[in-house]
């Protein structure tokens, strides 16, 4: 009997999207590997189905990611101010192993540390995943020994979680597996995989999106809560999520996620609550007392003022523009001609957040690229996002090397640094742009082209609106025409189910 894998993918599904025939970046990149599909093409009967090529890429990208650390491994991180930034390598998993206590078998929150820092910065599911590689970490040898297997256990959980969000991503759209390789291709994504242990709160948080993607609200709010007990990011996800099923009426899936959310969230939290408030809140207060730091608009502003404003002052205006930003999002959702696909409006939430923040590490570009692979699946699009970040990847390094070689100033100077924020910047808010772009001119929107509706939005997917204002409550049955198959609100696609 054959198996599922070996089974023509037409027998479960509509016909997947070729992305060498609808993208002209693909169709070209193709050729070193031997040109677009062919017509004739036989798809679904080989052992290599698209998402087992995109995981094995993504493994393989990783691999070359850990070998680009190398010079680091090898005494960057242990020797020299500044060649771990001139090598661009650094990481922070090594230096947090005697740093944080975990040397010296501290228990996370409950154990005060010496230093400025006394308690661990990091939410509570993090700090178990730094645990848990801690105890596999050989404790005989050097310190510099030690640091270097803390690192090399960590890179092996977090490859782990690599292959977790390219997969996920790829079945997040059924009929676009492909697009999981935007992910495992992406410069940024490899560059930055173990800076931090970033990757556990996106993996989980690309698991929610696909159990989203399959009408599986609970799953969905329990991953979540996970992702947001892991880094604060994903709990955004929920407030354009209220958005659109507000706009559809689907009150009791958003419920039923919430719900979800709330509930795992406390599981993971509430015991290092209870038994060790001051070490649990460390993160919390830290996040509230941090000054302007690396990355924002708000550095610029601080290094060319003779007054900069106070860290209380940035907290406020940030705060401000933040919800300056989800006002925007609250009155795209509702006067869109067409409600807005899930995955656009957590592209849109989670970079609102990351351009009006007073920091950026280089690492929180891993939080967007799922989310920008799902909202805008162009390779064109992508990759001159993904230029942008490299620039900023190589410039904070640059910068970190000239501020640390003393008077050799090896590196990049002040002036310098601003330009790869502003193209940071830039980038980011060039993607948001064809975004937005995409909901109010729905032909525009590569997945909608095709003929979906909302194929990660779950049980948003071809449903009817109940609640829109301004143009949008009197749209043409099509809101905007364009060549390729119609999708129609409120009618399910033949072969669909009604679950």
Not at 69 to 90: L, V
Not at 125 to 138: D, K, N, Q, R, S
Not at 288 to 312: H, K, Y
Not at 339 to 367: D, E, G
């Amino acid at each position: 009997m054959p198996s599922a894998e070996s089974t023509p993918t037409s027998v479960h599904e509509p016909d997947p999207v070729r992305p060498t025939r609808d993208d002209e970046v693909a169709a070209a990149g193709s050729e070193l590997i031997g040109g677009p599909l062919g017509r004739h093409a036989l798809l679904g009967t080989s052992w290599w189905t698209p998402v087992r090529v995109v995981a094995l890429v993504a493994i393989g990208m990783f691999a070359l990611g850990l070998v680009q650390k190398a010079p680091c491994y090898n005494g960057g991180w242990f020797f020299g101010a500044s060649s771990q930034y001139t090598h661009a390598c650094y990481s922070d998993i090594p230096h947090l192993y005697q740093g944080r206590g975990f040397a010296d078998g501290l228990v996370p929150y409950f154990d005060k540390l010496s230093g400025d820092m006394q308690y661990l910065e990091y939410p509570v599911l993090t700090g178990v995943f730094m645990e848990v590689a801690a105890w596999l970490t050989p404790g005989s040898g050097t310190i510099q020994h030690q640091e270097q297997w803390y690192w090399m256990v960590n890179a092996g959980m977090l490859m782990v979680c690599a292959a977790v969000i390219v997969v996920c991503v790829s079945r997040t759209h059924a009929r676009r597996p492909w697009d999981g390789l935007l992910v495992a291709l992406a410069p940024a994504f490899v560059l930055t995989a173990t800076i931090n242990w970033d990757l556990l709160a996106v993996a989980l948080t690309a698991a929610a999106m696909l159990m989203w993607s399959r009408s599986r609200s609970l799953a969905f709010g329990v991953l979540l809560g996970l992702a947001t007990a892991a880094k604060l990011y994903p709990v955004f996800l929920l407030g354009p999520l209220f958005l659109l099923c507000w706009r559809a009426g689907k009150w009791r899936d958003f419920g039923k996620a919430l719900g979800g959310a709330v509930v795992s969230w406390l599981v993971v939290n509430l015991p290092v609550m209870l038994f060790a408030f001051e070490g649990w809140s460390k993160f919390y207060t830290f996040s509230q007392e941090r000054g302007v730091d690396f990355g924002s608009f708000w550095l610029i502003m601080a290094q060319n003022s003779t007054n900069p404003l106070s860290t209380d002052t940035v907290n406020t205006l940030a705060t401000v523009l933040m919800l300056l930003c989800c006002g925007g999002i609250t009155a795209l959702t509702f006067t869109a001609p067409r409600r807005p696909r899930f995955a656009q409006l957590a592209f849109l939430i989670v970079a609102a957040f990351i351009l009006t923040n007073k920091v950026y590490s280089p690492q929180y570009v891993l939080w967007l690229v799922p989310l920008a692979v799902l909202a805008r699946p162009k390779w064109r699009d992508f990759l001159i996002w993904q230029a942008c970040e490299v620039a900023y990847y190589l410039g904070i390094w640059m910068y970190l090397a000239y501020t640390t070689s003393g008077d050799a100033h090896k590196g990049l100077p002040t002036d310098g640094y601003h330009w790869a924020i502003g193209l940071h910047l830039l980038g980011t808010l060039y993607l948001c742009v064809v975004v937005v772009r995409d909901i109010f001119m729905p032909e525009r929107d590569v997945v909608r082209r095709a003929g979906d509706d909302d194929p990660s939005g779950g049980v948003l997917d071809g449903a009817e609106d109940v609640f829109v204002l301004g143009p949008a409550a009197h749209p043409p049955r099509h809101a905007a025409y364009f060549d390729g198959p119609q999708v129609e609100w409120g009618k399910q696609r033949p072969g669909e189910s009604s679950l």
